[in-house]
C-alpha cells in the first residue's frame, strides 16, 4: 500500500509564503504522476499542479506565476512552493499519485494539510 504524508501547511498572512511537501513511500519514480489539489469548504476538490514522471509540469490558471512544484528523486519528495499567496488560496491541499496496477489506473491520495491565508 501506498502512503502519502504531506506537510508544512499552516497560517500565514497574504502575500506570504509556503512550502508544502509530500513524502512517497515508495520510489516516486513509479508513479506516472504526483500532482497537488485544493479543496476549499463548500467547494469540489480541484487540480492545483502536477509533475510528470518525464518531469512536465501543468498547473491552474490562478496559481501560474506563483505556484511551483517539484521533486526531490533522492528521498522520494514532491513539493509545491506557494508564494504571494491570497486569501482565495484557502483550502486543505492534498497530495496524489497515479500509476497502473495491473493495467488498471490507481490513484493515491495523502490526508491533507491545511493551508490558511489571512488578508
Known amino acids: 500500500q501506498v502512503q502519502l504524508v504531506e506537510s508544512g501547511g499552516g497560517l500565514v498572512q497574504a502575500g506570504g509564503s509556503l512550502r508544502l511537501s509530500c513524502a512517497a513511500s515508495r520510489n516516486i519514480f513509479s508513479f506516472t504522476a504526483m500532482g497537488w489539489y485544493r479543496q476549499a469548504p463548500g467547494k469540489q476538490r480541484e487540480l492545483v499542479a502536477i509533475?510528470?514522471?518525464?518531469?512536465?509540469?501543468t498547473y491552474t490558471d490562478s496559481v501560474k506565476g506563483r505556484f511551483t512544484i517539484s521533486r526531490d528523486n533522492a528521498i522520494n519528495t514532491v513539493y509545491l512552493q506557494m508564494n504571494s499567496l491570497k486569501p482565495e488560496d484557502t483550502a486543505v491541499y492534498y497530495c496524489?499519485?497515479?500509476?497502473?496496477?495491473?493495467?488498471?489506473?490507481?490513484?493515491?491520495w495523502g490526508q491533507g494539510t491545511q493551508v490558511t491565508v489571512s488578508s
Open positions: 509533475i510528470t514522471r518525464d518531469g512536465t509540469t
Open positions: 496524489n499519485a497515479k500509476t497502473i496496477v495491473l493495467i488498471t489506473p490507481t490513484t493515491y
